[in-house]
């Protein structure tokens, strides 16, 4: 790699210098429209008197932390809205950590990176947990090596990049491996409207202190950018979690918290449904195709990615970029998400041309 660059910004490089046409599967940037009253709500921030353009409260605005903590059936005090859901996990990361006697984190393996990532920026020790065939995660084997060296036990679902969603059972199991071993379960929840199983649940329901829940609205609203998300969090992190953010960021976004209100507020049901009804038919062309090409692939139960693996094509680096220069298709490396699914690749399927690409590939390894 010519530069030190997160590999997914050295793909999408190299994708964006093609000189023929490449369709992008790297990162998970939604394509489709967000919610009306979102832009909406952005507009009106606009004509907004000054005196509203200044901090606003650093824990995040009370009416948008109100609405959440009342759609979440938890304390409003345990809220704090964040910089996106990349704050709120790294927050609840890293003070979970300085609360939490041992230094070990576990992550599944595959991983999103930016967990791995984050744990070696907080020196922190990682054991990861390979997950099955089709991306279940067994809680024994996460009980197996969980101790009093435990301080986090990290995972998402919907899943990134397996699409797996791990149920009541394991959350519940997940959950008490962390009470057992004073260690703190973070539960990544942003891909929770994209659950194609009907078995997404979320950790809160457990009531437990050992337990924070990171969120945004990036995913859900198809709106990365706008960087609001929040964290859910015990009530012993809840301070820790509150000058940290506030001694790096200050507060979040004014304009953005106003949108994210009123997209809250007004959108219907069916924004949601649609959105997962399109996804789903992207996913069935997609694997498909892969049906066609003779890969073998993870059926996502939920999000928006697919894990699949070509006879003869490992999914090293260098073949991602062959992928792209002759196939016109940009995925990621499976040696990104761990050493699991090193020889798999993995795309996003946020792209209007999502079946396009699978007929690519289907004709590249035909």
Not at 39 to 52: C, H, I, K, N, Y
Not at 137 to 144: I, K
């Amino acid at each position: 790699m010519d530069d030190d660059r997160p590999l997914f910004f050295h793909v999408m490089a190299y994708a964006d210098d093609a000189d023929h046409d490449v369709i992008d599967m790297v990162s998970g940037d939604p394509d489709w429209e967000p919610p009306t009253a979102l832009r909406e709500g952005l507009r009106e921030f606009a004509d907004a008197p000054v005196a509203d353009y200044q901090y606003p409260p650093s824990e995040g605005r009370g009416d948008l932390r109100d609405l959440l903590a009342d759609r979440h059936d938890v304390p409003v005090e345990r809220l704090v809205v964040t910089n996106g859901g990349g704050e709120a996990n790294h927050l609840a990361m890293a003070c979970g950590l300085e609360a939490h006697a041992g230094n070990e984190v576990i992550l599944t393996d595959p991983v999103y990176p930016y967990y791995a990532d984050r744990a070696e920026l907080l020196g922190a020790d990682v054991t990861y947990v390979p997950v099955a065939d089709d991306g279940a995660l067994d809680p024994e084997a996460v009980r197996a090596v969980a101790s009093e060296e435990t301080a986090l036990i990290v995972a998402c679902s919907p899943n990134n990049p397996t699409g797996a969603v791990y149920g009541e059972s394991v959350k519940r199991e997940l959950t008490d491996i962390a009470e057992s071993n004073d260690a703190l379960y973070v539960s990544d929840e942003v891909y929770e409207e994209f659950d194609f199983s009907g078995r997404f649940h979320s950790a809160l329901a457990f009531d437990s202190e050992n337990v924070a829940v990171t969120n945004s609205f990036s995913k859900v609203m198809a709106t990365t950018g706008l960087r609001v998300g929040y964290a859910i969090l015990p009530e012993h992190l809840v301070d820790p979690v509150r000058t940290r953010h506030m001694l790096t960021n200050v507060a979040v976004t004014a304009p953005g918290q106003h949108a994210a209100l009123k997209a809250l507020r007004e959108t219907p049901d069916e924004y949601y449904a649609e959105t997962r009804t399109m996804l789903e038919s992207r996913i069935e062309h997609f694997c498909g195709a892969l049906d066609a090409a003779g890969a073998e692939y993870i059926q996502p139960q939920g999000a928006f990615y697919v894990l699949a693996r070509f006879d003869g094509f490992p999914g090293t680096l260098d073949n991602t970029k062959r992928l792209i220069d002759e196939a016109g298709v940009a995925g990621m490396p499976g040696d990104a998400f761990g050493s699991a699914r090193e020889e798999w690749l993995r795309f996003a399927l946020v792209s209007p041309r999502a079946t396009e690409a699978a007929d690519r590939l289907a004709e590249y390894f035909a």
